[in-house]
Nanobody
Framework: QVQLVESGGGLVQAGNSLRLSCAAS????????MGWFRQAPGKEREFVAG????????YYANSVKGRFTISRDNAKSTVYLQMDSLKPEDTAVYYC???????????????????WGQGTQVTVSS
């Protein structure tokens, strides 16, 4: 079992930055692929970014590529999402998730992830 706790959300103006953190506890953290998802009001949850457990390879949704950066610190059992050049359309609840199988391909389907945090709200004003 893995417990995930997100932090770092808040209200920012468009063009500014935020860094989200996701602290993991429980079973070994370093062998799970990690992902960030988001859900805006009235919309389905969507993949944002993912990072592979063994070599730190990353994958991003087209909507955030070049603006967001996912990283992980296995020693601290923490994954981060640096969000730059934020836009109002980035407003959502952001969730981190763990894929316990650590597959070679970073999954973008939320059903591939086994553990989820409670979410943190990010609001970007225009």
């Amino acid at each position: 079992q893995v417990q995930l706790v997100e932090s770092g959300g808040g209200l920012v103006q468009a063009g500014n930055s935020l860094r989200l953190s996701c602290a993991a506890s429980g079973r070994t953290f370093s062998t799970e692929n990690m992902g960030w998802f988001r859900q805006a009001p009235g919309k389905e949850r969507e993949f944002v970014a993912g990072i592979r457990w063994n070599d730190g390879s990353t994958y991003y949704a087209n909507s955030v590529k070049g603006r967001f950066t996912i990283s992980r610190d296995n020693a601290k059992s923490t994954v981060y999402l640096q969000m730059d050049s934020l836009k109002p359309e980035d407003t959502a609840v952001y969730y981190c998730a763990a894929d316990r199988w650590g597959t070679p391909i970073i999954a973008t389907n939320q059903r591939s992830y086994d553990y989820w945090g409670q979410g943190t709200q990010v609001t970007v004003s225009s």
